[in-house]
């Protein structure tokens, strides 16, 4: 399997220990004596010529120690490895004054002054071709000796400010310059770069492959480890890092799923030096359990721990060599590790053992190192450079030059004080003792409870949870909320009862709204377990107020006001300018700037204060002194903090547009910039809608349409959101259905409708609105548009008699437009059992025309049945006309003028029409009687008429006067029924309601049309 490189890098350096020492020390209070903190940092170097640079990890020395050493600028120890090649380097003021000098196989570097270096890692780990490494002191200087192997070399000299002593061991004169020319000679492809000395040397080694078998189980993933032969293991944990780290080099093909983002987010392994270390990332909460059969281990990492029982290590003080040290019987034990954690940075000494499992059971701290609980061998850590980790036999040694400072008790080791975190007075309330850190440090406490957590949850859903509250509690103190989280949702996972304890519900409480999920607080909030706390009532009300329940937000906080004082300043204040904001809201101004002064007041945090006072400015404005509340957000806008500043400008730049002082266009360019500067939350919306607001009185509809429906689209799952969309529906409102649009052109009020389209209200509001543009569409003949117009909603908003009633619309905008097919379609695809006898009427009539047109009078007649309407009578005779049938024809259109002669006045445009048509089949039936009386009531008419020309020729007939078939045959013509229909049609958009109407009441019997 394939590893990342800088991974592989990463971890080489660690095993391989080599490493460039600093030291720095400073002064602490510790359990009420004085010790100094020496800050170990690391920078790893691998073999290739780069390096990872470790975390610092701190362990304390006694007072008498620390005194004596150096600091960083006074001797700097620089170590560095290449191959068989070694250099060591000193900086500092007087580090860069040493002398050195060759005697006898050794090399002695001297150093001025009372001052002694800290030499503890550099004479653990000694430079290749060195032997040993000692410090002799006399009353003007010490010195350093390193004692070289056989055959190596040394040359020393200055470079650079600084003393060196480089040593060439004797295999790099040797072997290594050897592997170095045979390389140099080779035949390599182009680009090959040639393997270095060592790493050629370790490839003819050959090393057993092992391949791991992933076996799934609930909440975890198993491990084993099928070794070809019984093989040393130590197994921890440190943080959310597991260790495997094995007594032999092998290579290891890691399963492919088992980096599946759930229980192991990252698997990295290396080789070096007879052992093979592999480092897996699980989150801290699961457990870690060993097992062994054969040559064969197996680690589960999460679920239900491995049935099998590991035995104890047992830690012992020996004092028998007099030199007090500390003792571990680990059995098999063979030698030592010695790694240095690539996340973390300190140096960690680590002893496999092979099978049957023995555990370190409890972490054993000591001023100069601590023993780690283990789930596997052995793993000492927190070491001052000078400790000593040895194996004789079964038994590991830990001890220092001196011996160890121990304490009076049998083991001569603190063990942790397994004092949980108290409860607060209640259950919702953060107790102030949980953010102190512990004298053992954080990462100590944390280990030791998440250790705790994790052997608890073994016990299943039925056994105890309280480690796993401490831990929870120690997470929300420290600010790791998420963290926290996650514990009490494996927690009530695994323990359904859990959900019943008061204790958890505010813990979940609490870690929720802190990390803003304030919804899924708001479930916990709501559970029994929670009823009787006064606390999670000011959360309550802290929520409401987020969601703009604001008079269910006014009375939570009155109801925990009881509970006030036990909170920590800062959520006091928070507490307050969330109900003051609330008060606001609902218009009580006095009750919000009492709140608000409580909050300010406060001893909090200067954002926390900037905070407080922003809402004090908001409520001054609500006052109405808006100048002075002008001056307060423009104060509060100098803030640092983006959080206070931006809804200060904001509200600054609004009331200086408001008070005359400022411009629409520059007060639009700061909030365009403010709104992309500030976003996700209330202030973005709040800028959107002062932007729309400004473009809806310049009359730039359309930039106001965009900014809020942008709005809408971002924060759509917020509460939020409700406001904008309202507002953006109340605007689209204005355009269409109260008239603002109506000074755009039509094409232009047309296209703006049709971006915005999808905010058409649903209902009578949205029919009015549709109507209104259609007839506007329908003024310029813009026919397709308007029947697009209606389409769409007919096919997306409409249902029923409404759907219906507009489709007989849309026929009728098809039939003015000559497509009859289209006008069907609508008309057949809207049929419905239930319509009212007008719409049903209009709907018959539009069919019967439709057919005609379509050369179908037959079934244009059979629609209209027993209709006699005065709108199924025109149809009927143009069916007649187009037949041909002129003495009916001619009948009917005189029965449509009806009494007309009897009126004075010019005809209608209709009129007219049904007069000269009437005439014209009269004298094409040759109904002379009939054609005289039609002159003799209608003549007089004449005279006034739009087109007099052919209606007296349609009066005089074809055998009267001195008129000749041409005039009469284009009297006819201009005649077209078409022409006079459209008008009325017309006339009748003209005159529809645009205001919303309640809809008529729906047919007694069912009728389908």
């Known amino acids: 399997m394939t590893r990342p490189p800088h991974d592989l890098s990463r971890l080489k350096a660690a095993l391989n220990a080599e490493t460039q020492m600093r030291y720095t020390s400073r002064e602490v209070a510790s359990a009420g004596f004085t010790v100094r903190n020496i800050r170990f940092a690391a920078a790893a170097v691998a073999l290739t010529g780069f390096g990872a640079a470790g975390l610092a990890v701190s362990a304390p020395l006694a007072d008498q120690v620390a005194a004596a050493l150096a600091s960083k600028s006074e001797i700097d120890l620089r170590v560095g490895r290449n191959g068989g090649v070694s250099r060591v380097e000193l900086y500092g003021s007087v580090g860069s004054r040493a002398s050195v000098r060759s005697d006898k196989g050794q090399v002695v570097i001297r150093l001025p002054g009372a001052k002694t270096p800290d030499i503890g890692d550099f004479r653990v780990n000694p430079p290749t071709g060195v032997k040993a490494v000692d410090v002799r002191r006399d009353a003007r200087a010490s010195e350093i000796v390193l004692t070289l192997d056989e055959g190596a070399k040394a040359r020393f000299g200055r470079s650079d400010g600084a003393v060196f002593v480089q040593i060439d061991s004797k295999d790099d004169h040797g072997e290594a310059a050897e592997v170095l020319k045979t390389v140099a000679t080779e035949d390599r492809k182009a680009g090959e770069l040639p393997p270095a000395p060592m790493a050629e040397a370790r490839a003819k080694a050959v090393v057993p492959v092992v391949a791991l078998k992933q076996v799934r189980v609930q909440d975890g993933v198993q491990l084993d480890f099928p070794f070809p032969e019984v093989t040393g293991a130590a197994v921890f944990r440190r943080g959310e890092a597991v260790w495997m780290v094995f007594d032999r080099e092998v290579d290891f093909r890691l399963p492919a799923g088992l980096k599946d983002g759930n229980v192991v987010t990252e698997a990295n392994w290396v080789k070096n030096d007879g052992f093979t270390a592999l480092r897996l990332v699980a989150p801290s909460a699961t457990g870690l359990s060993v097992d062994t059969e054969g040559a064969t281990w197996r680690v589960r990492v999460g679920g239900r721990a491995l049935s099998a029982a590991a035995s104890e290590v047992a830690v012992k003080r020996d004092d028998t060599t007099g030199s007090p040290t500390l003792t571990l019987n680990l059995s098999g034990a063979k030698r030592v590790a010695w790694i240095r954690d690539p996340m973390v940075g300190d140096r960690m000494a680590v002893i496999p053992a092979p099978g049957p499992a023995k555990a370190v059971r409890d972490d054993r701290s000591t001023l100069q190192a601590s023993i780690a609980a283990t789930a596997q061998g052995v793993m000492v850590e927190r070491m001052t450079p000078d400790i000593m980790v040895t194996v004789e036999g079964d038994r590991v040694a830990v001890t220092r030059p001196g011996g160890l400072l121990l304490s009076s008790n049998g083991e001569g080791v603190q063990k942790p004080d397994r004092a949980g975190f108290k409860p607060a007075l209640f259950p919702t309330l953060p107790d102030p003792s949980w953010s102190q850190i512990p004298e053992e440090g954080f990462l100590k406490t944390y280990n030791r409870l998440q250790e705790a957590a994790a052997e608890e949850q073994g016990a299943g859903a039925e056994g105890p949870y309280a480690a796993r509250l401490d831990l929870a509690r120690f997470l929300i103190g420290q600010g790791m909320n998420f963290e926290a989280q996650g514990v009490l949702d494996l927690l009530t996972k695994n323990n359904p009862r859990s959900l019943g304890d008061p204790q958890v519900r505010g813990l979940k409480v609490v870690a929720k709204v802190m990390v803003g999920r304030l919804s899924d607080a708001q479930v916990d909030l709501d559970s029994t377990a929670l009823q009787n706390d006064p606390a999670a009532n000011l959360w309550r009300g802290y929520i409401a107020e987020r969601g703009r329940h604001y008079e269910d937000a006014r009375k939570a906080f009155a109801e925990g006001v009881s509970a006030m004082e036990g909170f920590p300043p800062e959520w006091r204040t928070r507490f307050a300018t969330a109900n003051a904001r609330a008060a606001l809201a609902l218009k009580d101004t006095k009750a919000a700037w009492e709140l608000i002064v409580f909050a300010a007041g406060q001893d909090v945090p200067p954002l926390d204060r900037l905070e407080a006072q922003l809402v004090q400015a908001e409520i001054i404005e609500a006052q109405g002194d808006k100048a002075r509340a002008y001056r307060v957000y423009a104060a509060i806008a100098k803030s640092t903090s983006d959080r206070i500043n931006a809804p200060a400008q904001l509200r600054a730049a609004r009331l200086k547009l408001e008070l005359g002082e400022g411009k629409p266009e520059e007060t639009l360019q700061l909030l365009s910039s403010l709104r992309f500067r500030w976003r996700g939350d209330e202030t973005e919306l709040e800028t959107i809608r002062t932007m729309a607001d400004i473009y809806l009185t310049q009359g ?310």
């Open 700 to 1009: 730039r509809y359309r930039q106001a349409l965009e900014v809020l429906r942008g709005a809408g689209a971002s924060f759509f799952n917020r509460p939020d959101a409700v406001e904008i969309n309202e507002k953006l529906s109340t605007a689209f409102r204005s355009l269409f259905l109260d008239g603002m649009a109506d000074g755009l052109q039509p094409i232009e009020a047309l296209g703006l409708y049709f971006d915005f389209r999808d905010l058409t209200p649903v209902g009578g509001d949205g029919d009015a609105m549709v109507r209104r543009m259609v007839k506007r569409l329908v003024e310029v003949d813009l026919l397709s548009q308007a029947a697009d117009l209606l389409q769409y909603q007919i096919d997306n908003r409409l249902q029923g008699v409404a759907r219906s009633q507009m489709a007989a619309d849309l026929a009728a905008i098809h039939l003015m437009n000559r497509q009859p097919e289209k006008a069907l379609q609508a008309l057949w695809k809207t049929r419905n059992t239930l319509l009212p006898k007008p719409v049903l009427t209009e709907r018959r009539v539009l069919e019967a025309r439709a057919l005609n047109e379509l050369n179908r009078p037959d079934h244009a007649l059979e629609v209209l049945g027993n209709d006699m309407s005065p709108e199924a009578l025109d149809v009927r005779a143009d069916i007649l006309w187009r037949q041909k049938d002129w003495a009916k024809a001619g009948a009917l259109l005189e029965r449509r003028l009806g009494d007309r002669w009897k009126k004075d006045g010019a005809l209608a445009i209709g009129e007219e029409a049904n007069l000269i048509r009437a005439g014209v089949a009269y004298s094409l039936a040759s109904d002379q009687k009939s054609l005289d009386r039609l002159s003799q009531r209608f003549g007089k008419y004449a005279d006034t008429a739009q087109n007099g020309d052919a209606v007296r020729v349609a009066l005089a007939g074809l055998d009267n006067g001195p008129l000749r078939a041409s005039d009469f045959a284009t009297a006819a013509a201009q005649t077209d029924s078409f022409t006079a229909w459209v008008a009325a049609m017309k006339q009748k958009f003209r005159a529809q309601p645009t205001q919303p109407s309640p809809a008529a009441p729906a047919a007694s019997a069912p009728k389908t049309a």
